[in-house]
């Protein structure tokens, strides 16, 4: 007998095989997801820890100490009111991630609703409810913002409300296709069979399946909110203008460029930069852990 025969064989084919580029794929991943991980753990202990154990006022003004350089002393450097920008830029980081968290929620919730019930009930209902997305998405957000800014005096929930009610939109989109696709699944004809309502088929059934999708949503949400406070606080329409945020502290950085000071500028706008792409990278992982065949279709 060969000595080829005698060899152990190995199974072979393509539900063995590995698929050309996984393990890069794998590395790229696992990457992604710790620096998008320690970015946003970063990010919350700053917001969260800085302000308690940092006993100085960020409203302090020090004409002395105007537009310093980044130093051991003051990190970011100073304002041109001589103000610490690290503490400013931290308690502005705090005020857009409480907009941007309260209106991601908001709007998912509002969008949800919407969306299941369209979805749920179809019909006349459905191409009704869509024709007022439709409407509403035809008109640009920041513009349909400052309409809603404009209603009310400026602070943090006018916009608040004004990022809510134009970011619930596409919520209301995903989660109605995910509710089409639902509806013709064997567990919610079985339901059907067995005499539940509507009510109660969307309630106990779909809307639990559609959570996922609307959390996801939501996450990816909370960097475009972000955003969108930024804008209308560099307009001056958002929060006061003594209330430090991220858009304000851009906005009163631009007369500071003229002068030659870079950093009051710079730092407020990685700080808006930076956590956007954390969270992006978090809700890419959440997205393929969600559709699996979607993620094994990248690593061919």
Known sequence: MADTDLAPRTPSGPATARPRGSAPADRTRRVRLWSSALVTGAVVLAV????PLVQLDEQAVDLGSKLLPPSWEHPFGTDDLGRDLLLRCVYGLRISLLVGLVAALVATVIGTAVGAAAGALGGRFDRLVMRIVDAFSSVPHLLLGIFVVAMFRPGVWPVIVSVALTHWLSTARIVRSEVLSLRGRPFV????????????????????????????????????????????????????????????????????????????????????????????????????????????????
């Open 189 to 300: 004809d079985a339901a059907i069979s067995g005499g539940a309502s509507r009510w109660r088929v969307g309630v106990r059934h779909l809307l639990p399946a559609v959570l996922p999708q609307a959390g996801l949503a939501a996450v990816l949400m909370v960097p475009h909110a972000m955003w969108h406070e930024s804008a209308l606080s560099f307009l001056g329409l958002g929060l006061p203008s003594h209330q430090a945020s991220l858009g304000n502290l851009v906005q009163t950085a631009r007369s500071s460029l003229l002068a030659g000071a870079w950093w009051p500028t710079l730092f407020p706008g990685l700080l808006l930069i930076v956590p956007t792409l954390a969270v992006a990278g978090l809700a890419g992982i959440w997205r393929d852990r969600l559709n699996p065949r979607r993620r094994s279709e990248l690593t061919l």
């Open 48 to 51: 969260l820890l800085v302000p």
